[in-house]
């Protein structure tokens, strides 16, 4: 279909006894972050692999840029980029050397590599360090590098595979806004990571994918929806108080969670404004002192954490 960057229809693929994809369908959308969350072993960088043409699938229909990755494998390399979990840069070289030479492998021709090698580094905000040695970049400046030298091509599909593992929170938020950048001008990335705020950011949507198989699919607030919507929780200064204030709080009690030692009580909620107002009338009618008071909603940690519980695997 026109919209959609990528289909993966019943892939298979094996390593011996061990099935690292399972059947896995997937539907990404052109001009859009997808993310694919899994704890180790669950088939991520398999998929990244079979997609990018770098792994043969032993079964299934997929298809990357409108085109099969098995019967038109090359005209696929033409039409994507590869970052994947390791830095793919020679250290002594200068970054815009390093431009230069991959432009100079994808044949791009030697005044056009240069040029290109420019505007990449103008781009990603490293024109002013192109001369300098790779070896004396920080973590974010080398992963924005990489990034850079795996758009040489200009792709309409960019594979990033776990692409700030390692990196502090600054380096991370630089990938991030570069990462954010390439959508808004038109580029659909597929994205693998273990960072679940890094989904929750960039991510329009998530498949949440576990022993080769997708076994959930949607936005970060369908997700996070689906474990049970917002909730409300309530400190209160004193723990002796909070039976009586789950006797007087309009929930159903056997909603209501209690943390004696954290003196919390937590209630799924539906009107988010009605319940904390209510709340708060309640607790000062009733004389009982909260330290805090807060709505929140499940975070994707939780989800995570839920949909992969009691699956333990070896890694793939």
């Known amino acids: 279909?026109?919209?959609?960057?990528?289909?993966?229809?019943?892939?298979?693929?094996?390593?011996?006894?061990?099935?690292?994809?399972?059947?896995?369908?997937?539907?990404?959308?052109?001009?859009?972050?997808?993310?694919?969350?899994?704890?180790?072993?669950?088939?991520?960088?398999?998929?990244?692999?079979?997609?990018?043409?770098?792994?043969?699938?032993?079964?299934?229909?997929?298809?990357?840029?409108?085109?099969?990755?098995?019967?038109?494998?090359?005209?696929?390399?033409?039409?994507?980029?590869?970052?994947?979990?390791?830095?793919?840069?020679?250290?002594?070289?200068g970054g815009h050397q390093n431009l230069e030479m991959f432009g100079r492998l994808y044949h791009l021709g030697a005044r056009h590599a240069r040029v290109r090698a420019d505007e990449l580094l103008e781009r990603f905000g490293l024109a002013d360090t192109g001369r300098k040695a790779v070896r004396q970049y920080s973590g974010g400046m080398r992963r924005r590098l990489d990034l850079a030298a795996s758009l040489i091509t200009d792709p309409e599909v960019l594979f990033l595979d776990e692409p700030t593992t390692g990196l502090d929170p600054r380096g991370r938020a630089e990938v991030w806004n570069s990462v954010r950048s390439l959508v808004g001008g038109g580029t659909t990335v597929l994205l693998t990571t273990q960072y679940l705020e890094e989904a929750d950011q960039l991510a329009d949507r998530i498949s949440v994918v576990d022993a080769g198989r997708v076994i959930a699919d949607g936005t970060a607030d369908e997700l996070k929806a689906d474990l049970g919507g917002d909730r409300i929780d309530v400190v209160l200064r004193d723990a002796g108080q909070l039976g009586a204030a789950v006797a007087l709080l309009p929930f159903d009690p056997a909603g209501v969670s209690v943390d004696t030692d954290r003196r919390l009580l937590s209630a799924p909620v539906t009107d988010r404004m009605t319940a904390l107002t209510g709340v708060v009338q309640a607790l000062q009618r009733a004389g009982i002192e909260a330290e805090d008071v807060a709505l929140r909603r499940p975070t994707l940690d939780e989800v995570f954490l839920h949909l992969t519980a009691d699956r333990t695997k070896e890694a793939v």
């Not at 704890?39 to 770098?54: D, H």
């Open 1 to 93: 279909m026109a919209d959609t960057a990528i289909t993966v229809e019943g892939a298979e693929k094996k390593y011996g006894e061990k099935r690292a994809l399972d059947g896995l369908d997937l539907s990404v959308a052109r001009g859009t972050v997808h993310g694919v969350l899994g704890p180790n072993g669950a088939g991520k960088t398999t998929l990244v692999r079979v997609l990018s043409t770098l792994l043969r699938p032993d079964a299934g229909r997929i298809e990357v840029a409108g085109y099969d990755v098995v019967t038109d494998a090359r005209a696929v390399r033409t039409r994507i980029g590869l970052l994947g979990q390791h830095a793919a840069l020679d250290e002594e070289l």
